[in-house]
């Protein structure tokens, strides 16, 4: 078993990479050549590529893909995407175009409120400890103006601290709950930044009040923390038309195909099988917009997988409703993203991706990530009420597998025709390529 090494992060990229290969890959020469055919020829891209994370010894790339015709409040977008998965582009594009026929997407900013919170234990009288906040509310934001001058500027900055009781659900605990206003940054370093200053701020006050016996003072700040929960940063997509209008779709009829799409949907919200499933394919658009635009995908992921239980039980995040001959598909969900700030103002393909989409603020770019997830969504059951999710998912799954089986060009060209009317699967692939020409 390899010993344990001390100072691996102070090591040179070599040392790193000869350290890996002695230790766990029993010194393969392959695993160096791989790691250097994926590094940027470009030593400045490079550089800036090792910056963004600790022991980079190597990039690992995704595919750069783009969605283009995506109708969203009357303006036409072409969308940038990172993903691996390709069936989630060509379902993403169908699925746009498939609506701009019909007056495309709207979407809505319902708020843009972030939260964080100060964790601590109190064993006193809330009474006392709740005047005392009300009455130097102002003060504990005040003491925050020099970190959110520049916010304050731009329209941001705190809106409100509250005292919440915990106390019935964990002995003696109680938070100080923070409302923010971010504008255009995500705001995580700056949440988290004024709440330290806030929690210092605050035990002063508690130390130096009048109305608070001294036993009542000894309070215990836990932690200080922005939340990635964030339900009053709401956004709202939606599409609709007459049922007619959908047309035929893999043989079913309109009003076939609106009676089983929305049976679909009407599962989702009662089956937690259902629901996670529905709600990941939602995700697949909206996690390959987060990634492509540089915005923090796994605080967005916990975020929306807790609003989706926020009644008591897990269930689709988006609805379908078929009223007076209008069919109607709609996603609402919370999202903290942000366009300016972090590694938005750093990485190039990034700043490519918001130029791409006309340098939106916070509050569009949400719009635009919402319509995105509805589109994958509206995809993703049209796909399994008609003719099923494998025959476009293996369609496009197809040259992957022969690739990993070895096909030559002339074979990739022929698989084509070879399997429009087949099956796809390891098998099938095979025989294919056993054929003699």
């Known amino acids: 078993m390899p010993e344990k090494i001390i100072g691996f992060s102070k090591l040179s990229r070599e ?16 695993f160096k050549s791989i790691l250097n055919k994926y590094l940027n020829d470009d030593n400045e891209i490079q550089s800036l590529h090792n910056s963004f994370s600790e022991n980079s010894i190597s990039n690992f790339y995704l595919p750069y893909s783009v969605s283009p015709n995506f109708l969203i409040n009357n303006k036409n977008y072409c969308i940038p995407l990172v993903t691996e998965e390709s069936s989630v582009v060509a379902a993403l594009s169908n699925s746009s175009k498939f609506w701009y026929e019909r007056g495309g997407f709207t979407s809505n900013l319902i708020n843009n409120i972030k939260n964080g919170q100060i964790h ?17 509310e102002l003060g504990l934001i005040k ?26 659900e964990l002995n003696d605990y109680f938070q100080l709950s ?38 009542e003072k000894e309070i215990e700040i836990i932690m200080s923390i922005l939340s990635n929960y964030t339900p009053d940063s709401l956004v709202e997509a939606s599409v609709e038309c007459n049922i007619d209008e959908l047309g035929t779709i893999d043989g079913l009829s309109s009003r076939e195909f609106s009676s089983k799409f929305k049976k679909a949907f009407d ?13 990941k394919g939602i995700m697949n658009g909206v996690d390959a917009v987060l990634i492509s635009t540089g915005n923090d995908f796994r605080a967005v992921e916990a975020g929306i997988h807790a609003y989706a239980s926020s009644n008591g039980y897990y269930k689709s995040l ?7 001959n209008k069919f109607k598909i709609s996603l609402k969900i919370p999202l903290s993203v942000g366009t300016v700030g972090g590694i938005t103002d750093l990485h190039p393909m990034v700043k490519l991706s918001l130029q791409m989409l006309g340098n939106p603020n916070s509050s569009d770019l949400m719009k635009i990530i919402c319509s995105v997830g509805l589109a994958q969504n509206f995809a993703a059951i049209k796909s399994l009420v008609s003719s099923g999710i494998q025959k476009g998912h293996m369609k496009m799954h197809l040259i992957n597998l022969l690739i990993k089986n070895n096909a030559s060009k002339s074979q990739i060209e022929k698989s084509k025709d070879y399997f429009k009317d087949k099956e796809i699967n390891n098998q099938s692939v095979t025989k294919f390529l056993n054929l003699k020409d």
Do not use: Y
């Not at 790193?16 to 010194?27: P, R, V």
């Not at 234990?121 to 809330?126: E, H, N, P």
């Not at 923070?178 to 605050?202: P, Q, R």
């Not at 988006?318 to 007076?324: F, G, N, V």
């Open 143 to 168: 003491s925050t103006d020099e970190i959110t001058k520049r916010m304050r500027a731009r329209g941001g900055g705190i809106n409100k601290i509250i005292l919440v009781d915990k106390s019935s």
């Open 15 to 30: 040392e790193k990479i000869d350290w890996i290969s002695s230790n766990f890959l029993n010194g393969t020469i392959e």
């Open 267 to 279: 599962i989702a919200q009662i089956d937690i099988n259902r629901a996670v499933t529905h709600n």
């Open 318 to 324: 988006s609805e379908c409703s078929i009223i007076d």
């Open 178 to 215: 923070v409302d923010f206003i971010t504008g255009d940054s995500m705001g995580a370093n700056f949440i988290n930044s004024c709440l330290e200053k806030i929690s210092k701020a605050f035990r002063e006050l508690v130390l130096r009040s009048n109305n608070l016996q001294e036993s």
């Open 120 to 136: 601590f234990l109190f064993k006193g009288r809330k009474e006392s400890l709740q005047k005392l906040i009300i009455e130097n």
